[in-house]
């Protein structure tokens, strides 16, 4: 099997792909990037979360336009994972109104998103219906 590296440092691969967040030690406000200091509170201390794998959908965006390259179209959304928010694409449902509702239930999964030359292959995550 060829090599598979995450696309973003919080996406952990392995058996159950997971999402892991730096959680504030002092307010418990989540983030998916590096941070010197929480926005929330100002606190400089986190810890490593792991954040639910299911989820239901906050919100959503039928995208119709993108950049070159990107083909449309796709769903965008905001998912709740165990009241974190986690921004990605639905997957596997067809992009039309009719196929995503408000509180529908999505998991977690893996997109690969290309190779390199050497065959290393770049792995992105979105949601998909449970």
């Given at each position: 099997m060829a090599e598979r590296i995450p696309l973003v440092d919080y996406l952990v691969l392995g058996g159950e792909p997971q999402l892991v967040a730096q959680?504030?030690?002092?307010?418990?406000?989540?983030?998916?990037?590096?941070?010197?200091?929480?926005?929330?509170?100002?606190?400089?201390?986190?810890?490593?979360?792991?954040?639910?794998?299911?989820?239901?959908?906050?919100t959503?965006?039928?995208?119709?336009?993108?950049p070159p390259g990107v083909p449309v179209p796709f769903v965008a959304a905001v998912v709740d994972c165990g009241g974190t928010r986690v921004r990605g694409c639905l997957v596997n449902v067809e992009?039309?109104?009719?196929?995503?509702?408000?509180?529908?239930?999505?998991?977690?999964?893996?997109?690969?998103?290309?190779?390199?030359?050497?065959?290393?292959?770049?792995?992105?995550y979105g949601f998909e219906p449970v």
């Open positions: 959680e504030c030690e002092q307010c418990s406000a989540r983030f998916f990037d590096r941070r010197n200091a929480c926005a929330s509170c100002g606190a400089a201390a986190f810890r490593a979360v792991t954040v639910p794998r299911e989820g239901t959908v906050h959503f965006s039928i995208v119709s336009m993108a992009p039309r109104p009719e196929n995503v509702t408000l509180g529908m239930k999505v998991r977690l999964t893996t997109v690969p998103v290309g190779a390199d030359s050497a065959g290393v292959e770049a792995v992105g």
